[in-house]
């Protein structure tokens, strides 16, 4: 376990951090100075399983341009279709810029709560097995730990089957 933490958080953590506080969350975000960018590096980080890692990953719409936020266990691998079923419409991955411009922050830091503007969002069932899972706090560097029921409750998101 890497336990070399940063003493304050970088503004877009802070962001984070102060979402959480507003969703009356008492969720702490931890800054390392190694990376958490990946699942596997997160996981490492905190030393849990690379299943209790919460992938923020945005879709795009392709018909209406929306934005759709999929949080899926570090494990598993999005199936769109599945996505698609409930968002009426064909879904694809969205880039790098469309993401930052959807949540107001980079890849490898998404976090689950705290975006610019409110998305749609479906939870990975495969999470809700676990006591604690952990989720990005808003940079490469930044995660928190919270419970499943948690992430249920402050994303609003429905809790569906996401892998094949
Ligand atoms: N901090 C970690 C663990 S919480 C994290 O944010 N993981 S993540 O899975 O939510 O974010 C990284 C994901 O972004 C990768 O799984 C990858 O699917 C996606 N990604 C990486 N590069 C790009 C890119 N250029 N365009 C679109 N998606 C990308």
């Known amino acids: 376990m890497d336990r070399k933490i940063q003493n304050t958080l970088s503004p877009s953590a802070q962001k984070v951090q102060e979402a959480l506080i507003v969703l009356e969350s008492a969720c702490q ?3 390392f100075q190694d990376s958490t960018r990946t699942s596997a590096e997160a996981a490492e980080r905190v030393g849990c399983q690379i ?9 795009r719409g392709q018909a209406s341009g929306k934005p759709v936020l999929v949080l899926t266990s570090g494990a598993n691998r999005v199936d769109e279709n599945r ?3 409930y968002t009426g419409e064909t879904i694809g991955r969205a880039d790098a810029e469309f993401v930052r411009a959807a949540t107001g922050f980079a890849i490898g830091g998404i976090p689950p709560v705290g975006h610019i503007q409110s998305l749609e969002t479906y939870l990975d069932e495969d999470l809700l097995q676990y006591e604690e899972i952990w989720a ?4 490469p560097n930044a995660v928190f730990r919270l419970t499943p029921p948690a992430l249920v409750e402050m994303t609003g998101g429905m809790v569906i089957r996401v892998k094949t």
Not at 51 to 56: A, E, H, L, Y
Not at 136 to 139: D, I, L, S
Request: net charge neutral.
């Open 83 to 85: 996505i698609a079923q």
């Open 29 to 31: 975000i931890i800054e």
């Open 136 to 139: 990005a706090g808003g940079t």
């Open 51 to 59: 299943g209790q890692i919460v992938k923020s990953l945005i879709f």
